[in-house]
Structure formats: C-alpha cells, structure tokens
C-alpha cells in the first residue's frame, strides 16, 4: 500500500485499506494510469452484464437488494422498467444504464425468475474527507474552495474529474503548466472512503523563446521589447513577465499592434499567435506571426467644429500633426483628449469629438478630419458627497475649485480630485464622478469616497550609520473629530539626540481659506567628531521652542506662509574634556587650545526670536511619491525681536519631476542659504566669526551622498606632529576633524527613479541612480595654532600644564625650576589647518535602492566622489533602517 495513504486509512479494517486508483490516462492527459496500491488487491468490479430472460417471462415483481441510504421506491423510480411489461435482455440493461447514470451505485446486478425481477446494487461510498498532499506553492484555503466534492457527499467519478481538472487550472494560472494531479481514495468500514489528490506542483513553465515572423521594418528585439512577455534570463530572476501567461500573450499582441500604429502601418495586423509547450512540460515558445502592410503619412488634417465658440480652422493649425508627417494612432488618441479637456474647460463638459479617417491606399495617406458635435455649454447643478461617515461634508467640499451654479470646467474637475487626492483621508485613485443633471445643460458632481483610517500609533527601533540606535514613537491623527484637523505628538531618542515635539495643525480656520500650525519641542543634540575612529562628543546644544505658523493661498498654486519662532538654546562643552587650569598662559575655563576658539566663542545661554515668511508654489500630482509637477519656494528669516541672536536669512529650494515613460520618473531639485549676520562681535581679527557656530549652514550625509555628516565645508583640523621624522601624521583616523559651517551653501540632485517588474514593484524595491553637487563656504579664518607642544610640568610638587608654540619646529618648554623632583613631560605636538572654505562643487554620483522592507522603510545607497576640495571627509556607503512592532 502507498504509506502516504496507509496514514489516512489507518483506522479503517485491515481489509478495506486499499488506495484505488479513479482515473486512468485516457480520462485525463498528463495524470498517469496507476494501479492497485497494495498488492493482492482485487479491482474494482466491473458492472456486469445482465443474464439473458426468456422472452415471454412477464414481470410481475421488482424487489431491490442491498440499499442502505435510499429507500427501494427512490431507486425503482430512477429505472423505465414497470411491472406488467414483458421481461427482455435489453430491459435489463436498460436498468444497468439507468442506475449507473445516476452515479450513486457502484455496483447493479439484475436477475429475472419467472417474472420476479430482482435488483441488486451496491451505493457509491460516502465522503469522510478530502486529503490534498504535496501542494506547496498553493495553500489548501486556496484550493479546496474550488474542489466541488466534499465530506458527507456520495462519491461519484465524474466529480473526481472535474476537480482534478480545476486544481491543474489553478496551477496553470500560476504558470505550472507541467502540473499533475493522481486522484486516489482509501476504503474505510461503513462504506466510507477518504479523497486523496496527490499533487506534483512540477516547475513554473517559463517562456523559453521568443519568434517573430513576418517583421521587416523592425527587428525582433526592437518588437519584443515593446512586449511584456520577456524571454527568461538569468538577468531577469526577479521578473515577473518570463512566466507564460495566455492572457498576457493576448496583450502582447495588443502591444505590437499599437507600437505598429505609432509607427504609421495602420493595416498591421497579428495573424497568429501560438504558444508551444516543449515536452518537457518546463518551457514555452511563442511564435507571432505578423503582417505589417504599406506605411501611411498623414493626409490632410482637419477640425470641423459645430460649436460657434470654435472656429475649426483655428484649431487645426494647433494641431500636433502635420501633412506628410508619419501617421500616429497614439498621436490621434492624445489629440482628440486634448480637444476634449480644451471644451470641457470652455463648459462643454458632454462635447463630443469623433475622428473621421480617409485612407488613400493609392498614395498611402491618411487624411483625418475632427468633428466636434453640438453640445450645450454645461453647469453644475450640484455637488454630492457619499461614503463619509466620519469626516464633514465640508472638508471635502472646500476641496473643490467648482461652485453649484458655475459653469462647468474639466481642467478645475481635475484638480477638484487631485486636492482630495492630497488629503490622504479616502482611497487611492479617487475621481470626481460626472452625471447628467436635471436638464441636458445640467451636470452633477459626485464624490464618492470610501474613508481609510487616519489615525497611526507607531513605535520603531531602527539603526542608521549616523546615530546608531534609534528609538521613535508617534501618535497622529491627520483627521481629528472629521475636521480635517492634525494633531501628532512625536518622540526620538538616539546616541546623539534626543526629541519631543507636541503638534497641532488647523488647514482651514473658522472655516476660512487661512492654515495656523502650532509647534512646541524640545530638542537635545550632541555634535560630534571623529579621532582615531571613535566619535567625540564637541558641544550639547539644547533648544526649547515655540513656533506658531499661518498661511493663505494667493493663487491655486501659491501660497504664502508666515511664522514666529521663539528659541531657548543652551550650548555646553564636557568640562572634564575642553576645561583647562592650566598656569601658561593662564586659564581656568573653556580652553581654545583644547576646544578650538570657535567653539569656546559659542558656549552660553541664549534667546532667539525668529520671523519668518514663506512663498511657496506647488503643483505637484503627489506630495508623498510625486511623479510629475514642480516644487518651489523662498524663505526670509529675521532673528532679532528681541532675544540675543541678530541675523538674516534667506533659504530657497526648487523641484522638478518628469515622467520619461516606461515607468522611469527623472527629477532635478535645488536649494541654496545665505546667512547674514546683524551684530558685530567684534573680534574678527582673533578669528570670530560674526555667526555663531550652532546657526550655520552644514553640509554631508544625509543631504548630500559621498561625503560622511558635515563632512564638507569649512574645518579645522589638527594633524599630530611626528618628531622622529619631522613630518605631519597623514592617517585621518588620527585627525581631530572639527567641521565649523559657512555662511552660504548651496545643493543640487539629479535622480532617475528605475522601475522593475511588478514582482520586485511588489515588495516595494525602487533603485534609481543619482548625482549630487553642493558647496558650503564664507565664514572669518578662526586663526589656526601654529605647532603646538603641550606640556607638564612637575616642580617642588606643583604640576603646571601649558602649551608651547613654535613656528620652527622646536618648543620654547619652560626654564627648569630650582628644588628637587623637576620633571616636564611633553604631549604629542600638533598643529591646526583651516581647510574647505571654498565655493567650488563637490560632486558625488552613485546608485541607491528604497525598499519598503516589512521591517520598516530601509534606503541604502554607494556613491563615489567625482570633485572635491583638501579637507572634505567622503564616505562611499550609508544606510539607513527602521524596523515597525
């Protein structure tokens, strides 16, 4: 016995545990006859053939044998044969033909004495259950749905087919199409039997090869790149388009047949498509067999306009397409979309527009003629809003840029749904529905949303190259009571930086056109530098603040924002790490020859009151993966009401993004900053720059790949001094890097966004390669220390510490002390170099992938650094991820 199947049938009387075979190979191609499972098992009995009656025997009698479920009258009624009639052979095998027709029995005997007709069946067994073995690639919650047979139901053959014909269906659409399944059952006692399917998933069926037959103008690859179908490759592992699919061939020919038309053959046609599968049932070929006939140019081009509000020769001359030009179907399609949006802007919202063809087979052209028919001039009568349940009938309204009682606009209808779009309150692909009004000038609005949760409660723990560990918690609701309203509270902690941040968020305050924010946060961040490897913390700056925003639209696509910003910052230094008590020269506070005097200038407490102004326009289709569209704004900043801070800053920044077909997405940004400050220190001559240190412009990872954080732009750095062989110690893990900002800095990114086959698009992978250029510069030289000795001094028991400078190279060490136990011990001498302070572009190129992990967002990116100035610090790797729990 098959021991897969003696598991299932352990429990049934040792004589009845036979697995019998219920389909042989001539009842389905591709399942293979199998035999008795279990040796010395007899087969199942074949219906016998009635014994011959002598034919004048009239039956007087019809007795049923043998039933256990159906009453002896029910199966009587199944069969013609009636008491009365005479008895022949071929009445007794009409009832052989009869009740197995029904499919209940799987066993008649008819016997006739004198008249007496005795029945004798044997019923079909009843289901106990059904067994599915060696499916992997698809689950039993996919298959048995689709299985017509079931516990408790009479077991027929004919179901047993039909079943197995709809799991090999199953695996056909998944592309196996070497998939074979071997129905079997297992005898149990009561008349009883387990349905077991066993399953051989075989491989998916890939497309081998690719023939193209009958093509001339174009090539077979140039063709088979315009197919989604694609001939498997190694290249191609990830692709979902190298599986044969019969419904992606049928579109395949839709394909060709467009490429075909764009190229002016308006007679092309695909005369057959075949698809061959090779005999080892792995592979398929497909062979297209085509005709491209004669290729037109356009003949003459015309607009006929029964509007009086379009002169239809006006309108031709705006047309695309030119006399002699290349018949395009496309370009027609384009075309006459245009035309409808140009109506529908001007009111004409149920204009139609019909091209009329005229081919000259002759002189191969094709002349075409637009007619726009009569139509009304269109209003809306009214606007609806279903499916909301949560959110105000007015948040959704407010969205419209069309009032009852205007006249119709489709270019307003369309931006209508890309603002509600942009709520992020209702599903993807929302559209404004259009519905003909009370009259034939009338037309109704509808927007039927379906409301998606607004709310998110997130917790994340995540590592990035720049902070380590990184812990993160939010609450927001974009959608608060329905109003439209958002209010967030966000928490952050990492090695570097810590943060809370309470928000609130009013897009329409009492219900006029005019956005208020507010913001409260605290934020704690430890800059830091790098010496032999190891990060070090140089200054905690601590900012609590306060900002209030308000901003109206000017125009549909600009808008004005204005702000207040009221900052408390802290800037400390570790003591044990810049203090100093050293006696020469005297100092018993921040050390400038520790911690640098741009540092030691920045330390202290103090308030900023910051008044900012905005213009921002912005016409892009998505604000969270934008496709098309363009970006751009201008900030002004003034610190200075008040507080101890004074300067001026100017922040711009623009984007543009492009769809180039094939699902490619190219897109240009820029920004730039300038910084002016309003107060002299007056200390410029000692290296004190007028702008201090924390409200500068930095530049480096994460804004700008192939450089490490802030690893561009103006620094000081100190190289240790090697007194054995005279020379300066080259290894920048030795350095102390101490990058120090600029006044003005500006960025640019250039990115193509690559698309994948819709397996990888799936798992939510988007490579795209980019190149970054940027600068920061223009701050006062801070006076680098020539070389340096530091030294101790150890006298009568007094320690003194202290710096000695040369310019030579050799130290003026203090005069050795009278009394006993004088020692001076020097440190490692080192001298500072002021680097970076150039505008020149630093440019970086490189390739970086997103992925939308189940862990979390994940972004990892390899640059090279093509320009770059002494001093820069690069960096060809960088990631970032976050995991969600």
Not at 62 to 87: C, F, H
Not at 367 to 393: C, H, K, S
Not at 477 to 496: D, H, K
Not at 857 to 866: E, G, N, Q, S, V
Request: one cysteine or more; proline letters at 5%; aromatic letters at 10%.
């Amino acid at each position: 016995m098959n021991s897969s199947l003696s598991d299932h049938s352990q429990n049934a009387p040792a004589g009845l545990r036979l697995a019998i075979a219920l389909l042989g190979s001539s009842v389905l191609a591709g399942v293979p006859q199998t035999a008795l499972a279990q040796a010395g098992a007899q087969p199942a009995p074949v219906a016998p053939v009635a014994a011959p009656a002598p034919a004048a025997d009239v039956i007087q009698s019809i007795t049923v044998n043998g039933a256990q479920r159906l009453e002896p009258d029910t199966i009587r009624s199944y069969i013609k044969m009636r008491i009365g009639q005479p008895y022949s052979q071929a009445a007794a095998d009409q009832v052989l033909k009869d009740l197995f027709a029904t499919e209940l029995f799987s066993d008649v005997k008819v016997s006739n004495n004198a008249g007496a007709v005795v029945i004798e069946v044997k019923e079909n067994p009843v289901i106990n259950r059904i067994i599915l073995e060696g499916n992997k690639r698809i689950k039993n919650d996919k298959i048995l749905p689709e299985i017509k047979l079931a516990p408790r139901q009479i077991f027929t053959r004919s179901k047993v087919r039909a079943d197995v014909s709809r799991i090999i269906e199953l695996y056909k659409r998944q592309g196996r199409f070497a998939a074979s399944v071997e129905p079997k059952m297992v005898l149990l006692d009561q008349n009883r039997i387990d349905i077991v399917f066993e399953i051989n998933e075989g491989p998916k069926s890939k497309v081998r090869m690719i023939n193209v037959i009958g093509n001339e103008a174009f090539s077979d690859n140039e063709l088979k790149g315009e197919m989604f179908t694609k001939e498997a490759r190694f290249s191609r592992l990830f692709s979902s388009g190298t599986t044969y699919d019969p419904d992606r061939m049928a579109f395949d020919q839709q394909k060709l047949r467009q490429f075909y038309l764009t190229k002016g053959y308006a007679d092309f046609r695909v005369v057959s498509a075949v698809a061959e599968l090779t005999p080892d049932k792995k592979d398929f070929i497909l062979t297209y067999v085509v005709e491209e006939g004669p290729r037109y140019k356009f003949g003459d081009v015309k607009v006929e306009s029964q509007l009086r509000d379009f002169d239809g020769e006006r309108l031709a001359s705006q047309l695309p397409m030119k006399k002699g030009d290349w018949y395009n179907a496309k370009l027609v399609e384009d075309t006459i979309e245009r035309l409808n949006e140009t109506l529908g802007a001007f009111g004409y919202a149920f204009a139609d527009v019909r091209p009329d063809y005229a081919r000259n087979k002759d002189e191969l052209t094709m002349g075409l003629t637009f007619e726009i028919a009569e139509a009304p001039r269109v209003y809306v009568e009214r606007i609806d809003v279903n499916g909301n349940t949560l959110t105000q009938d007015k948040v959704v309204r407010r969205e419209f840029r069309l009032a009852e009682g205007d006249a119709f606009n489709s270019l307003q209808v369309k931006r209508s749904t890309a603002r509600i779009n942009s709520l992020g309150y209702f599903q993807e692909k929302f559209e404004v529905e259009q519905k003909g009004g009370s009259a034939p000038d009338r037309i109704v609005l509808e927007a039927n949303v379906e409301e998606k949760p607004t709310g998110q409660l997130q917790l994340s723990a995540g590592y990035s190259s720049l902070e380590k560990l990184i812990f993160q918690g939010s609450v927001e609701q974009r959608n608060f009571r329905g109003r439209g309203q958002t209010i967030g509270l966000n928490l952050a902690y990492s090695q570097y930086s810590k943060q809370i941040d309470v928000s609130f968020t009013e897009p329409y305050l009492f219900d006029r056109n005019v956005s208020t924010a507010v913001n409260i946060y605290r934020r704690d961040l430890n800059s830091f530098n790098y010496l032999n490897s190891n990060r070090n913390t140089i200054y905690k700056q601590t900012t609590t603040g306060l900002q209030i925003r308000a901003g109206v639209p000017l125009t549909e696509y600009v808008s004005f924002v204005g702000s207040y910003t009221l900052n408390f910052d802290d800037v400390t230094v570790d003591p044990s790490l810049y203090y100093s008590t050293r006696q020469n020269p005297p100092l018993s506070e921040c050390d400038p020859l520790i911690a640098g005097r741009y540092l030691c200038d920045a330390l202290g407490k103090r308030t900023s009151s910051i008044l900012g102004m905005t213009l921002i326009y912005d016409s892009l289709d998505n604000r969270m993966r934008p496709s098309r569209g363009r970006s751009a704004s201008i900030t002004g900043e003034f610190a200075g009401l008040g507080g101890s801070v004074k300067y001026a800053r100017v922040r711009g920044n623009a984007a543009q993004y492009f769809p180039v077909g094939g699902g490619f997405i190219f897109s240009v940004k820029a920004e730039g900053g300038a910084i002016f400050p309003l107060n002299d220190l007056g200390n410029a001559a000692n290296g004190v720059d007028d702008v201090r240190l924390t409200d500068r412009f930095y530049l480096g990872e994460p804004q700008m790949r192939g450089f490490d954080i802030r690893g561009l732009g103006p620094r000081v750095i100190r190289k240790p001094f090697d007194t054995v062989n005279n020379v300066f110690i080259e290894d920048r893990d030795q350095w102390s890097d101490d990058a120090i900002g600029g006044h003005y800095y500006y960025l640019a990114h250039a990115e193509l966004e690559i698309p994948l086959g819709s397996g990888a698009k799936e798992m939510g992978l988007r490579p795209s390669i980019f190149l970054d250029a940027g600068a920061v510069w223009g701050i006062t030289s801070p006076n680098p220390l020539p070389l340096t000795f530091p030294y101790t001094q150890v006298c009568n028991g007094v320690t003194t510490t202290g710096y000695a400078t040369s310019q030579a190279g050799v130290p003026t060490l203090p005069a050795t002390c009278t009394g006993t136990g004088d020692t001076v011990v020097g440190g490692t001498p080192f001298r500072e170099f002021f680097l970076g302070n150039s505008a020149k572009p630093r440019v970086a190129v490189g390739i970086g992938v997103n992925w939308n992990s189940p862990f979390g967002p994940f972004r990892i990116d390899f640059a090279k650094t093509l320009l770059k100035v002494d001093g820069d610090d690069t960096k060809s790797f960088t990631f970032n991820v976050g995991t969600q729990f």
